[in-house]
């Protein structure tokens, strides 16, 4: 990638509040049943449009890694506390290293850091699993293999 693209991609900061705002979310609300509503339909399908240059596997193989975290804290509320903080920190790591490789965009990349360090709890790693449910259903078809 040239100098040139680095400086616009980087200067191109794209608001990810979303992401927090939907995992602080309080769903057995009204209000906070309307505001995942809302960012599930309105938010998630404008941050979607940023995502070319990333490889659908990619996105799939992520979800997949949140995933095995959240089965495994299912199993065990205790397993998230000495085990799922540590791979939530990996998966940050991971998608450093996936941009690297030019197998996702930066795009990506600052939305699955912002999603790993936002998930605190074992309920915030749920509502996590459900956004990027979302967005997976929204990509599907609109990204490369």
Known sequence: ???????????????LGFVEEFI???LSTE???KTARS?????????I??????????????????LTIYLQTKKSNNYFYTQ?????????????????RGHINEAFKEFLIKLYTSIKTPQELEKGK????ALIG???GKLKD
């Open 1 to 15: 990638m040239r100098q040139k693209d680095r400086k616009q991609e980087q200067q191109q900061k794209i608001d």
């Open 24 to 26: 602080r979310l309080n």
């Open 31 to 33: 209000d906070g049943a």
């Open 39 to 47: 960012i599930i339909q309105d938010k998630l399908p404008k941050f």
């Open 49 to 66: 449009s940023n995502l070319q240059g990333t490889k659908f596997t990619q996105v799939r193989k992520h979800y997949n890694y949140l």
């Open 84 to 100: 799922g903080q540590l791979k939530l920190g990996m998966g940050k790591v991971f998608a450093v290293y996936d941009k690297n």
């Open 130 to 133: 459900v956004l990027f449910e």
């Open 138 to 140: 929204y990509t599907k």
